[in-house]
Every structure is written in C-alpha cells, then in structure tokens.
C-alpha cells in the first residue's frame, strides 16, 4: 500500500514508486502515465509496470504483489476475486474517477520519498566557569547559561577560542546537586559531556536540536 511504500521509503529501501495502470480508454492511460511520469526526477521515479484496458483482474494483482505496486484504475472495475486476492496479498487498489486526484495523491507518495532537508536549531548556550573534578566521574563543568536553555541528552558541541573542538550529547545535567531535565538562561548547572573528559574554564557549550524538513517535489 502507499502507507508501506512510505515506511519502506523512510528505511531508505525504495526510491521509485511502481504503478499499474487500468483505464476504460486508451487516451486516459496515456493521460496517466504521462502526468506520473513528468512527477518523476533524479532522486524518486514513477515506474509504470504495466498499464491496459479493462477490468482489474487477479493477474494485476499478482503483478503488483511480484512488483510492490499499487494499481490505479480510471473509470474500471474491479472483480471480486481481484478484491479478494488484492487484500489477501495486501495489494492496495485505488480508483478514480478524476485525473488530478490521482496526480495529487502520487505527488504526496513521491514527496515522502525524498530525503528531508536536515538542520540544527540551537537551543541554548552555557559558558564554563569552573571546573569540579570527581575521582570516579570525571569532569564536571560547572556552567551559566547565557542564554536558551540546556537540555539533558541533547545535542552539543564545544568551542573554545571560536572553533569547534567537540560535538557530542549532554549526559548529565544538574541543578545544585539534583539531576534536572533542563536548566534556562540566567541560571548555573553542572554539565557532564558524553565521551569528552578536556573541558576548560571559558568554553562555550552549544545545545542543538536535530530538525528535518520534508521537501516538495519541484514543478516542471
């Protein structure tokens, strides 16, 4: 179903959408497969696997399954033995009656294909005052946030002198000497960095979240 194909896009399993086409008239099949085949672009692709007139039949059925297709039939039915072996094989059949709803639909399916535009929104910044050193945990940071806020586990990185030195995750956070969720601006905090035991007195430690932006097809 596109609901699978879609989980199977964002396990990065399949960049090309397979489609069979059933129509009542020659003319509105080649409408189809041309209006899908223009959505295609270098990173996702309509490939038509089939396309004919008449019913949806059980051989359409195997051929999806055999494929991991969906069929798109335009003003044609389908047998009831088709319907039967459809959903035994959870092959996912959609009819229509209007060209640009299924444009629109398979659009949506290509979309979700497409790797998401990834960024980092900062959250927060602390400043390193001092630091506490404990035999059987290592270095502690004690820190200001100078603004946004800290969060615990967290994405990070760590500059001194204006350069990125390490990036990594907040594995511990503090309030006092009781473990805290999130420290905001104006307020201090013990930090402890995952994998990272050289923390010095004026680092800056950045806090980030990992955002993603799903992409939309661009239009020919």
């Known amino acids: 179903t596109l609901d699978e194909i879609g989980k199977q896009i964002a396990e990065g399993k399949t960049r090309e959408l397979a489609i069979i086409i059933k129509g009542d008239a020659d003319g509105s099949i080649e409408a189809f497969a041309d ?14 696997i089939h396309k004919g007139l008449g019913m949806i039949t059980e051989t359409d059925v195997n051929l999806a399954a055999a494929s991991n297709a969906i069929i798109i039939g335009f003003h ?12 035994e094989l959870n092959v996912e059949i959609r009819n229509y009656t209007i060209i640009y709803d299924a444009i629109e639909e398979i659009r949506l399916a290509l979309e ?9 929104q ?9 630091i506490i050193k404990i035999s059987r ?30 990036s990594g995750y907040l594995s511990s956070l503090k309030r006092f000497k009781n473990d805290a969720k999130e420290v905001t601006e104006g307020y201090e905090c013990g930090i402890i960095i995952d994998g990272f035991n050289d923390i010095k007195i004026d680092d800056i430690i950045e806090c980030f979240v990992e955002k993603a932006v799903w992409r939309k097809l661009k239009s020919k």
């Open 35 to 48: 209006s899908f085949m223009k959505l295609s672009t270098k990173e996702v692709a309509v490939k038509i």
């Open 76 to 87: 044609v039915n389908t047998t009831s033995q088709a319907n039967e072996l459809a959903e």
């Open 112 to 120: 979700g294909m497409l790797e998401p535009e990834r960024f980092h």
């Open 122 to 130: 900062e959250v927060g910044k602390a400043e390193v005052r001092d």
């Open 137 to 166: 945990i290592g270095d502690i940071a004690g820190c200001s946030v100078i603004s946004g806020k800290m969060i615990k586990n967290a994405q990070i990185n760590i500059l001194r002198d204006g350069n990125q030195i390490f």
